[in-house]
């Protein structure tokens, strides 16, 4: 039996599903999400999502989603279907195993550990939502107008508009299929690429501090907490790493993104020498060879040789 059967045959048999996927989702994340629930809908089947740290539901105004997790009922689930994470513990969701809950894990990250009953890892592919695609197509589920912007979403969200190293021939074609079943590029381009006069201000200040380290040769730069929490849209602050990593010679861009005692670490390359990934996991983190990211506890603070964590 496929994988591909094995996902419909546990979706079929669920009575309560529970759809979810890693914090702060991007477009592949809740194109994925979207696509999913749609998905079910089809099958009628009862289910719920849950975003963390999502505060953008204005991209996706018609998918209903719970943001406190006190308001799932884990005793009710029997299927868990986990979208564009690594790992459990970025769904927020990691108590869910004691529970022996049967996971669906359906992912693209070359550092997933496969932590699902029935996991669909693709590394190759240039989205999750190009690998649910391809789902969706083998079991001759229709993709309309909705689904395929959705699917088309996530994938020029991670492929950067088809400019980064993800981009493949396979991404074209999944994307040529996508137009085909009505998704329009513009619109989602458009929206993607809106950006408020505070965003570009936060930006501004990023540049000023924007720094380099010639051991390394890296070029990092540093948002605060307060800057984050004083921005309406989260999603348009980590689109930043994305511009720096059009800077000409470093060799990999860093973005440091102040939490609450924590520090997010988002890190971006187009060189063919160099993998990010190995430097996020070895901080606990994942992701591509060309982007990838970690969160360290600490803060950050200025010091006479540049930013440090401390």
Not at 145 to 161: Q, R, V
Not at 202 to 218: A, D, H, I, P, Q
Request: proline residues 1%.
């Amino acid at each position: 039996m496929t994988t591909y059967k094995e996902i419909e045959n546990a979706v079929k048999e669920a009575k309560n599903i529970l759809i979810t996927t890693h914090e702060r989702p991007d477009g592949d994340a809740l194109g994925s999400v979207f696509a999913i629930s749609k998905f079910l809908e089809f099958f009628k089947k009862s289910h719920q999502v849950y975003l963390k740290d999502y505060d953008g539901a204005q991209k996706f105004p018609v998918l209903n989603f719970i943001k406190d997790k006190s308001d799932i009922n884990l005793d009710d689930v029997d299927l868990l279907i986990t979208l564009d994470s690594g790992d459990l513990s970025r769904t927020g969701l990691v108590d869910i195993e004691e529970k022996g809950i049967k996971i669906i894990n359906i992912d693209h990250h070359i550092s997933n550990d496969n932590f699902g009953d029935i996991n669909l890892v693709e590394p190759i592919a240039s989205s999750t939502t190009e690998v649910i695609t391809k789902l969706f197509n083998y079991l001759n589920f229709e993709i309309t107008k909705d689904i395929a912007n959705a699917l088309l979403l996530g994938l020029l969200t991670d492929t950067d508009n088809f400019s980064n190293k993800g981009t493949s021939k396979e991404a074209f074609n999944v994307a040529s299929g996508l137009l085909a079943k009505g998704a329009n590029i513009s619109k989602i381009n458009n929206s993607s690429n809106e950006k408020q006069i505070d965003i570009l201000k936060l930006w501004g200040k990023s540049f000023n501090r924007l720094k380099e380290n010639s051991v390394y040769n890296c070029a990092y730069t540093v948002v605060s907490k307060q800057e984050i929490e004083s921005s309406d849209n989260y999603e348009k602050v980590d689109d930043l790493v994305n511009f720096f990593n059009n800077l000409k010679d470093p060799r990999f861009v860093m973005v440091l993104k102040e939490q609450e005692e924590c520090v997010k670490v988002s890190l971006r390359t187009t060189r063919e020498d160099v993998d990010v990934s190995k430097l996020a996991i070895f901080f606990g983190g994942g992701g591509h060879k060309k982007a990838a990211g970690f969160t360290i506890n600490g803060r950050v603070k200025e010091t006479t040789k540049g930013w440090k964590i401390v």
